[in-house]
């Protein structure tokens, strides 16, 4: 009796040849290695894709009016990440610098005083003296030109020429807070630049935020890639494609 029930606890033919669990360790290390090897061209794209946005080139929205009339809000700029140094993606450290900023250069700020993303012009290089009076530009003793282009109920568009420059700037001619339509004189200090929005009755810029670190410069704008009109239902506004910026 004993022998046949040790016989009947014996197991199946298919239970002896039933092959062992897999630990679950095993288990997801298998499933890992085929996912890798099936998805490993996705995300090679993935990786260069991040590169290239890090530390080559990129797309800064718009937001706001501190740049009218040169940028509107909703535009979509291309930036040149290379413009003036290479970089380690993801950081500030330069590992060579590839040209200086130039007076009039539109550029992408990464601000710590701030504690945002920043689009301005730049319009006083390390050394120089900048003084403003009653929005009147001074840039070493030298004076700018104005012109005035255009003017409506709340606006004049006039036209700025600085040593080497010249492009479109947008004054209030309402009644604003008239303590930022002066400044200095004060000197730029090295690797350091001072910068303003062309809307100058409405920006933070340099006479808010104070001077800007080169190695806050993200990069350089030369054009809009495509803009979507907030006030028109984020409809793209046709004549701005990739249309070049001064």
């Known amino acids: 009796m004993d022998d046949l029930e040790h016989i009947e606890k014996l197991p199946s033919v298919e239970e002896a040849l039933r092959p062992a669990p897999e630990p679950l360790f095993t288990r997801i290390r298998r499933y890992l290695r085929v996912f890798w090897v099936e998805n ?76 945002k993303r920043l689009v301005k012009r730049i319009v006083g290089l390390p050394g120089d003296t900048i003084y403003m ?53 004060t000197v730029v200090p090295d690797d350091q630049y001072f910068v303003l929005g062309d809307n100058r009755d409405n920006s933070a810029d340099s006479r808010v935020y104070s001077f800007v670190p080169r190695e806050e410069l993200i990069g350089r704008s030369s054009s809009v890639v495509f803009s979507l009109d907030s006030h028109n239902n984020y409809l793209p506004r046709g004549e701005r494609f990739l249309e070049g910026i001064e």
């Not at 291309?78 to 500030?92: C, G, H, Q, R, S």
């Not at 001074?138 to 004049?156: F, K, T």
């Open 133 to 185: 009076q009653n929005n009147t530009l001074v840039i070493n003793g030298v004076p700018a030109d104005y012109e005035v282009v255009s003017r409506d109920a709340n606006s004049i568009i006039i036209s700025e020429a600085l040593p080497n420059m010249e492009h479109q700037a947008r004054l209030s001619s309402r009644f604003v807070n008239r303590s930022t339509r002066s400044y200095g004189p």
């Open 40 to 115: 490993r061209q996705f995300f090679a794209l993935l990786c260069c894709i991040v590169f290239f946005k890090s530390a080559i080139a990129d797309l800064s929205s718009i937001s706001g009016a501190s740049m009218q009339p040169t940028l509107l809000d909703g535009d979509k700029v291309w930036v040149n990440k290379l413009a003036y140094d290479v970089k380690i993606p993801f950081t500030e450290i330069s590992l060579a610098q590839v040209d200086d900023p130039e007076r009039g250069d539109i550029v992408i700020i990464d601000s710590k005083r701030a504690n």
